[in-house]
């Protein structure tokens, strides 16, 4: 064999390593996210660095039962993560910030523990100023009790506030501000000068709700709720989702120790369905538990996961099971 032949064929054999190989490295590279329950340790690893603009490969697999995978405030579809499969999947974020990623199935009680954070650097091309939650601007306590004292015989109908509407001053009230940081029960006493009933006043309540939410806002809400909420708060709202008693039992269990002694006690889901309790809450006041999360009461903090839209229309939808709507 002449010399410059074993060199030329030589380089078609790196050429061709390479053309296999770079793309299999670059894959090998990729970082394999595995998923267990978070009681055996939730996401590993669970903390993945990527740039603003570039696309992020990943690669997940579960190591015990079915999971999924989705970033929170991004608009995506959640993937299966499969025991004994690799899932690849391509993100690619605008801007740079700390992004939550988190399972979308629900592997246990602990399920929504499972999160984890995607770390993205660059810089941003229009920083925007990190806005200010309505609940806290207003400054409410939201772990204070928030009863209402008076509460409707039946459940108040929008379509017979409806009729009423052309009696009320309502028509200041119809504004999104007055509503999110109002009760039901705090409007209710505002229509005390008017020479409605008590149910009449209740159904105005109804209509004023209704009118600050839309056909849309509240599919949107009520498919957020199946998918994150039912299974503590339960489908109808009744707090007795599948996972109530044994968040019950991990309450009485923690009232045992030292540790639930001193923090804030696991508790019961609350009852959506409950008028006393729903029609003392302003939106504003829904907001910031949903955002915030009970903190070790067992509500989960959702502030990472949804966009500000996302929660309002989430609470529109807790409410209409207060409300009669029209269809
Ligand atoms: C793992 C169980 C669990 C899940 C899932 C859950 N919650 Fe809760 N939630 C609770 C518990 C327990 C409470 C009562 C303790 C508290 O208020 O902190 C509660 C309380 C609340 C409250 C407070 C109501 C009030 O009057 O103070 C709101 C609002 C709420 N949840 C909304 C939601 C929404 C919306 C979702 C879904 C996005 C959700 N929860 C998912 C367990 C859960
Ligand atoms: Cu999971």
């Known amino acids: 064999m002449k010399r410059p032949e074993l060199i030329s064929r030589i380089?078609?054999?790196?050429?061709?390593?390479?053309?296999?190989?770079?793309?299999?490295?670059?894959?090998?590279?990729?970082?394999?996210?595995?998923?267990?329950?978070?009681?055996?340790?939730?996401?590993?690893?669970?903390?993945?660095q990527a740039e603003a603009g570039k696309s992020l490969h990943l690669k997940l697999t579960s190591d015990d039962v079915v999971h999924g995978f989705a970033v929170g405030?991004?608009?995506?579809?959640?993937?299966d993560v499969i025991p004994g499969k690799v899932t690849d999947i391509t993100l690619t974020f605008d801007k740079p910030g700390i992004y939550t990623f988190f399972c979308t199935r629900w592997c246990g009680l602990n399920h929504w523990r499972m999160r984890g954070t995607i770390e993205v650097s660059g810089s941003p091309l229009d920083p925007e100023p990190a806005s200010v939650?309505?609940?806290?601007s207003l400054d409410l306590d939201i772990d204070a009790p928030?009863?209402?004292?008076?509460?409707?015989?039946?459940?108040?109908?929008?379509?017979?506030?409806?009729?009423?509407?052309?009696?009320l001053p309502i028509t200041s009230y119809q504004s999104p501000d007055y509503y999110r940081s109002h009760s039901p029960y705090q409007v209710f006493t505002d229509l005390s000068d008017t020479s409605l009933t008590e149910s009449q006043k209740w159904d105005a309540v109804?209509?004023?709700?209704?009118?600050?939410?839309?056909?849309?806002?509240?599919?949107?809400g009520k498919e957020l709720y199946a998918q994150n909420c039912a299974a503590c708060h339960s489908e109808n709202g009744a707090g007795d989702g599948?996972?109530?008693d044994d968040l019950a039992e991990a309450g009485e269990a923690s009232m045992q120790t030292m540790e639930?002694?001193?923090?804030?006690?696991?508790?019961?889901?609350?009852?959506?369905?409950?008028?006393?309790?729903?029609?003392?809450?302003?939106p504003a006041l829904l907001q910031g538990k949903i955002l915030r999360g009970g903190m070790g009461t067992g509500m989960p903090m959702w502030g990472?996961?949804?966009?500000?839209?996302?929660?309002?229309?989430?609470?529109?939808?807790?409410?209409?099971?207060?409300f009669e709507y029209e269809k």
């Open 11 to 48: 380089l078609i054999v790196t050429g061709i390593l390479l053309a296999i190989g770079a793309p299999l490295l670059l894959w090998a590279r990729t970082p394999l996210i595995h998923a267990r329950m978070a009681e055996n340790g939730g996401w590993n690893p669970d903390v993945i």
């Open 304 to 322: 990472v996961i949804f966009t500000e839209e996302q929660i309002w229309d989430l609470i529109a939808y807790i409410y209409s099971f207060q």
């Open 242 to 244: 599948v996972f109530a």
């Open 146 to 167: 928030h009863d209402s004292s008076i509460i409707p015989n039946q459940k108040p109908s929008a379509v017979s506030g409806q009729q009423l509407a052309t009696q």
């Open 260 to 282: 639930g002694a001193m923090d804030m006690v696991m508790q019961s889901p609350v009852d959506f369905t409950d008028p006393r309790r729903m029609l003392g809450a302003s």
């Open 206 to 220: 109804a209509y004023l709700w209704q009118s600050n939410t839309t056909p849309e806002s509240l599919a949107n």
């Open 133 to 136: 939650p309505l609940y806290v």
């Open 73 to 79: 405030q991004m608009d995506m579809q959640s993937v």
